[in-house]
């Protein structure tokens, strides 16, 4: 699979990472040897093998529902760039 | 009963299936210690974990899965004891980890079934396609500043049960009766509060049309978040009608999210990108599969209450109702209850009247919900026994019962002594009555006595009022007839 | 206060419980030793009062007869990527400029408590993404040891800032996470211990996630014993992480005592690459003998799915790694880079604040997970990953544990291999396995090559059976008696 500059702009999009339009042929280039290498997985025979879902087998924590968390706004807003009041904020949506 | 709209070109039928989102009554959110109620202070909600703090991880609320099970039990459905969170990744502001834990290939429910009972009488199936948990997303404000959009995370991380319909609705009318037997089924079950005001049930509409007789499937358009059911219906009336225009225009209807907006009575497109839409979903990495035995699901089972479908047949069978009375008190399941209060030991259809003719009627007049209701269910029942002693006439009865709404929490046993409305068995006392009222006026029982019988309604009139209605009427009925008949 | 900074940790609890000196004045030895290493850029942020305060309070607790154990007053180094509660945390990437959590991660909650002193927060890969630990924001990290070209040589990564700080006596351990070969690697190429437990061994909450399937923190350390000790305090069921496993701790230190006799250990003929150093062939064979001696059994074994391990690696992670790293958005902590609308703020704050490998493993990660290419790319290398497991699972039921080399070459100059990502990639080759199977692996110093520079042999054992793993790495490390320092601690190579 060869990827274009036209994939990488669509890919960088939904990661929403800015890629200057000079980076994207180069990036192109660079991904499509990537792939290149990682399809030689194409070689291994699975068929009817069942994809891992997660690595050690074990029972999941059950939380019970209790409310022991939240109630301090504070903490949860200490880092952002922009706040308002207890909110946080970010340029304006048009819905 | 079949809805068409008929357009230029001929006549066209609605296809619809729903995705109700329905937030899962618990304490505690999906995957996060925090408070899961509605409302609170802005981001007070709000753990490390539903502001996706770097390194923080989710923890499934087990209260939740067995809701989600109970739920799917209620619909009759597959429960799947496998089933697996994915995460579906879209970039917004209010959904702080960049995706939404949700399930995808691996539901936690799987097909069932709906039964609704239409206006006409007619049973509807409608099925369920599947059933499955997910987070909310936070709200996002846009009106608050000039420049500014404001994220509040209260609802970030509630569960969510999505349940998806098959597109077997074929009516503005069927939608409707489909949100509103859904809530029904959860308010029974405890497992969401229906609170469409609140959000707490919320319905995606998927609409097309087709022409009549045509069994394909074609482009629909989905209605997001609509959160009544009266815009459920309009929505779908709407849509339905933009969509044959632009049919019998010789056009295309494209595949979109839309908007109902309720004041322009219209749907509108939605502006999002809808292209940029690619949520890669995949298995999250973070949780295991949700595994269930099947002990755990039939002791679920085992504890769920009785539903409307079942309690409508029981009130059928043992209290004699009609199938329209019994779908009426079955709808809520405060109502089924106060009913089943008031019918135990009684007459269950002059219950099933009382309740759905005088109570409601009040009821709808104070704008209260029958947990608010003036009159308890055994103050109903004491009067109904009052009915059935012939203590009191049928006439007496409704005077008592407005007095009760007047007097919240009154009893009707002491309202009939105070008012003194027992009614006069006492048949020497009435004979009394009857006698003289013949007496003063002759002409009119001569005109009974030559055959007219509505004269006969007007002596019994004359007696009731004068013995201030406490008479029984038939009583009064039998003496006249006898008197002036022979 | 050189003999200070030579100790390990078992001698240095030895010596603080006899009173030889104190925890305030084990620490200060520390801080000089960082303060004169700075050349190094072993750490971004160095923490000496809060280490100063921690050790004071050990003191405090030694003498009340409060001792927690052997980690109590023992300074050690914080890999960056570990959250701590009210000390700058930044994964070394512009994307976390000035994030100060208000919560501490549950792996340096138990070493703070066990008593271990955080002298500060270590340099790494950004977002623990590399190999040789150039790709941080806050600059590439020296190795210590040098070659006679004089060159700077990279520590190995993405835990490099924590393996030169070890390797350098700057710290007498280090947290370091391992995703890819992150310890074992970086271990290997600085001649010291880097041990990676068994996934769900140590909890990951609190830790800035790269690939939620395949991360999990462990100690570097300059023994085997020492690797132990710490693993002992960081170890443990965590209700906070779902993945973390319900089960004992055993003490670890034990099993290091322990002998290999009668051992049956794997060598996996896969475990080769073209153009690998004949010496790295050499001290595999010689690492064979060595357990040999001890009693051990070694048989030739094969994993026929080796080979697929790193390009599978490098679809899951990334894949993983592009959904783990977008709320990394500039909202709710962190840079932002302004945009006019909700979008453009997020390309900003994306394209300014991850580098270019992040950027690039993002973009790969997306790919391999967008519509169309999830079946070829994503489900075909989790399929593979299950046959990687089977093939592991098959020959335990034949050995105790396996020996292979740690990585195919030893430390590499700053500006050698960083051109070509693939070949950057497979400095983590034999290391990758182990985090695909989610098994436990360490790498033990064995001997030094041609240059001067070490070389590690790696042990992987049975998902929670670090007691043997612990027990054949202690055997090759009595026999290799790696006791070589770099040459700027005076050491002779």
């Known amino acids: 699979m060869s990827l274009g500059p036209d994939d990488v702009r669509k890919i960088a999009y939904l990661a929403r990472i800015r890629v200057a339009e000079a980076d994207l042929a180069p990036l192109a280039e660079e991904l499509t040897g990537i792939i290149g290498w990682v399809e030689q997985l194409a070689e291994v025979d699975t068929d009817g093998i069942a994809p891992m879902t997660s690595v050690v087998a074990m029972e999941p924590t059950r939380r019970d529902d209790v409310v022991n968390d939240g109630g301090d706004p504070d903490r949860v807003l200490a880092n952002a760039p922009d706040r308002v009041d207890s909110f946080y904020a970010v340029p304006k949506v048009v819905e | 009963m079949t809805y068409v709209i008929t357009g230029e070109s001929g006549d066209w039928e609605v296809v619809v299936g729903l995705e109700v989102h329905a937030q899962v009554i618990s304490r505690a959110k999906l995957f996060s210690g925090a408070a899961a109620d509605f409302g609170g202070a802005p981001n007070d909600h709000v753990s490390l974990v539903d502001a996706a703090m770097p390194g923080m991880l989710p923890v499934i609320n087990w209260v939740c899965v067995e809701q989600a099970v109970r739920t799917g039990l209620g619909l009759k459905a597959q429960i799947n004891t496998h089933s697996v969170f994915e995460r579906k990744n879209y970039f917004y502001a209010d959904l702080p980890q960049g995706y939404q834990i949700s399930q995808f290939e691996e539901p936690i429910v799987g097909e069932g079934t709906v039964v609704l009972d239409m206006a006409d009488g007619s049973e509807r199936r409608i099925g369920i396609e599947r059933l499955h948990m997910e987070q909310d997303a936070g709200k996002s404000m846009h009106d608050q500043d000039p420049s500014r959009t404001f994220v509040d995370l209260n609802r970030s991380g509630v569960c969510l049960m999505e349940i998806v319909s098959k597109p077997d609705i074929r009516s503005p009318e069927e939608a409707g009766a489909y949100v509103r037997k859904l809530r029904s089924i959860l308010r029974y079950l405890g497992t969401c509060d229906g609170n469409m005001e609140e959000g707490s049930l919320r319905a995606d509409v998927n609409v097309s049309v087709r022409p009549v007789g045509s069994d394909e499937l074609r482009t629909r358009a989905e209605i997001k978040n609509v959160n009544s059911v009266r815009f459920v219906m309009q929505a779908i009336e709407h849509e339905a009608e933009r969509q044959i225009d632009v049919y019998e225009a010789g056009g295309e209807v494209i595949q979109e999210t839309r908007h109902y907006d309720a004041n322009a009575g219209t749907t509108r497109a939605s502006r999002a990108k809808e292209f940029a839409h690619d949520y890669r979903y995949f298995p999250d990495p973070d949780l295991l599969p949700v595994v269930l035995t099947d002990d755990e699901v039939a002791a679920i089972k085992a504890a769920l209450p009785e539903l409307p479908d079942e309690k409508r047949e029981r009130f059928i069978a043992d209290y004699g109702l009609s199938t329209y009375d019994a779908v009426v008190l079955v709808a809520e399941r405060e109502t089924a209850d106060f009913f089943e209060a008031v019918a135990k030991g009684r007459d269950g259809k002059q219950a099933a009247n009382w309740i759905s003719n005088e109570l409601f009627g009040a009821l709808n007049k104070l704008d209260l919900d029958i947990t608010d209701s003036p009159i308890s269910a055994e103050a109903l029942g004491k009067l109904l026994d009052l009915i059935a002693a012939d203590t009191i006439s049928g006439r007496a009865a409704k005077a008592v019962f407005q007095a009760m709404l007047d007097a919240p929490g009154s009893d009707p046993v002491a309202i009939v002594a105070e008012k003194g409305l027992t009614q006069i068995t006492d048949t020497g006392a009435i004979e009394a009555a009857v006698d003289q009222v013949i007496a003063d006026n002759p002409e009119q029982a001569q005109d009974v006595r030559d055959g007219n019988d509505k004269a006969i309604g007007w002596f019994t009139g004359q007696v009731m009022q004068a013995t201030k209605g406490k008479a029984n009427p038939k009583a009064v009925n039998d003496l006249l007839r006898a008197k002036l008949r022979g | ?493």
């Open chain 3, 1 to 493: 206060m050189s003999a200070l900074i030579d100790l390990t940790i078992a001698a240095a609890a030895a010596g603080l419980d006899a009173g030889d000196f104190s925890a305030e004045e084990l620490t200060q030895a520390h801080l000089d030793a960082m303060a004169a290493a700075g050349d190094l850029n072993c750490f971004i942020t160095e923490t000496p009062e809060l280490a100063l305060d921690r050790a004071r309070a050990s003191d405090a607790r030694r003498k009340a007869g409060d001792g927690r154990g052997a980690m109590d007053g023992i300074p050690i180094a914080m890999k960056d990527l570990f959250c701590t509660e009210g000390v700058l945390t930044t994964a070394a990437s512009h994307i976390l400029d000035g994030f100060t959590p208000t919560y501490e991660s549950t792996v340096s909650a138990k070493l703070r408590d066990a008593g271990a002193v955080m002298t500060g927060k270590t340099n790494l890969d950004e977002f623990a993404m590399g190999s040789s630990n150039t790709t941080s924001y806050y600059g590439p990290v020296k190795n210590p040891w040098t070659r006679a070209d004089g060159k700077d040589l990279v520590p190995g990564g993405s835990s490099g800032g924590s393996a030169s700080a070890v390797a350098a006596r700057l710290a007498m351990g280090a947290t370091g996470t391992d995703t890819g070969g992150s310890i074992r690697q970086p271990a290997s190429l600085t001649g010291i211990v880097g041990a990676k437990p068994t996934y769900g061994r140590c909890s990951r909450w609190g830790i800035v996630a790269f690939a939620s399937s395949l991360d999990q923190a462990g100690p570097l350390t300059r023994t085997v014993e020492d690797a132990a000790i710490m693993l002992g305090a960081m170890a443990g069921h965590d209700p906070k992480d779902s993945t973390s496993a319900p089960v004992a701790v055993p003490d670890f230190r034990v099993a290091c005592a322990g002998d290999v006799k009668g051992l049956k250990v794997g060598i996996p003929a896969e475990y080769t690459l073209d153009g690998m150093p004949d010496e790295i062939t050499r001290l595999w064979e010689q690492g064979r003998a060595w357990l040999e001696e001890q009693g051990a059994v070694t048989r030739p074994i094969s994993l026929p799915h080796t080979k697929y391990a790193l390009p599978a690696y490098y679809i899951v992670a990334p894949a993983e790694a592009s959904s783990n790293l977008a709320r990394y958005d500039g909202v709710r902590f962190g840079l932002r880079v302004p945009g006019d609308s909700l979008d453009e703020m997020y390309e900003n704050t994306r394209g300014e604040g991850f580098g270019t490998e992040v950027q690039r493993r993002v973009l790969i990660g997306t790919y391999v997970l967008s519509a169309g290419y999830y079946d070829a790319y994503y489900r075909k290398a989790q399929r593979v990953r299950t046959r990687i497991l089977d093939d592991f699972t098959s020959a335990f039921q034949d050995v105790d544990v396996l020996l292979m080399p740690t990585a195919p070459n030893a430390a590499f100059a700053m500006d050698e291999k960083q051109d070509d990502p693939v070949q950057m990639y497979l400095n983590d080759i034999f290391t990758v396995p182990a985090n695909m199977a989610g098994l436990p692996g360490i790498s033990v110093p064995a001997a030094l090559d041609k240059d001067g520079l070490p070389l590690g042999l790696q042990i992987v054992a049975p998902a929670f059976d670090e007691e043997t793993m612990f027990r054949a790495a202690s055997a090759i490390e009595r026999a290799a008696g790696f006791d070589h320092v770099p040459a700027r601690l005076g050491g002779e190579s």
